[in-house]
Structures are given as C-alpha cells and as structure tokens.
C-alpha cells in the first residue's frame, strides 16, 4: 500500500527557510519521479518542484534560485528545502507520486510579512 507522509511545515517570517520531508511507504522514491505541489486559498494546486527517478529537477520559474528539491535514497525520503521564504508561498504543499496517482495529506506552510 503506497503512503506518502508529508511534514516540515509552519509558520515562518519573511526571508525565513523550512524545508519540507515526503516520506514514503509501499513505494520506492528513487525509482519514481516525485513532485511536491502546493495549493494556495482559491487557486489551482501547482507543481513547485519535481525529481526523475534519474535524478533531474526542474521546478516553477517563481522558485526557481529559492527552493531546492532532493532525496535520501536510504531514508526512503524526498525534501524540499524553501529558502527566502516569501508571504506568496503560503500554501499546502503536496508531495506526489505520478505513477501511483498518489498524493500525500500535504502540510501547511505560511509565511508572514
């Protein structure tokens, strides 16, 4: 059974940094492409950042510099690291696993001016 359990969530300042964890269960990371998405109050979730089972990221132009995604292959575990936090990036943020059409709970971050 696949799980996915995201965490690393909060209430940050302005400029501030958090970095989210996506631990999996039921399911390999390193062999599947994950994204993290978000989803914003009243808006449509989006892709924030995604990694290939090879390894390739790519992410959206507006975090593109801040936000940097990764993965522990032992840890069976994929993180997103959100530098220069800005009060835009307040969201749920996801993370997905496309060939399992699995998403996780999400979990809350929201940044203050």
């Known amino acids: 059974q696949v799980q996915l359990v995201e965490s690393g969530g909060g209430l940050v300042q302005a400029g501030g940094s958090l970095r989210l964890s996506c631990a999996a269960s039921?399911?390999?990371?390193?062999?599947?492409?994950i994204g993290w998405h978000r989803q914003a109050p009243g808006k449509q979730r989006e892709l924030v950042a995604h990694?290939?089972?090879?390894?390739?990221?790519k992410y959206v132009e507006s975090v593109k510099g801040r936000f940097t995604i990764s993965r522990d292959i032992a840890k069976n575990t994929v993180y997103l690291q959100m530098n220069s936090l800005k009060p835009e990036d307040t969201a749920v943020y996801y993370c997905?696993?496309?060939?399992?059409?699995?998403w996780g709970q999400g979990t809350q971050v929201t940044v203050s001016s």
């Open positions: 997905y696993a496309s060939k399992y059409d699995y």
């Open positions: 990694i290939t089972s090879g390894g390739s990221t």
């Open positions: 039921g399911i390999i990371l390193s062999i599947n492409d």
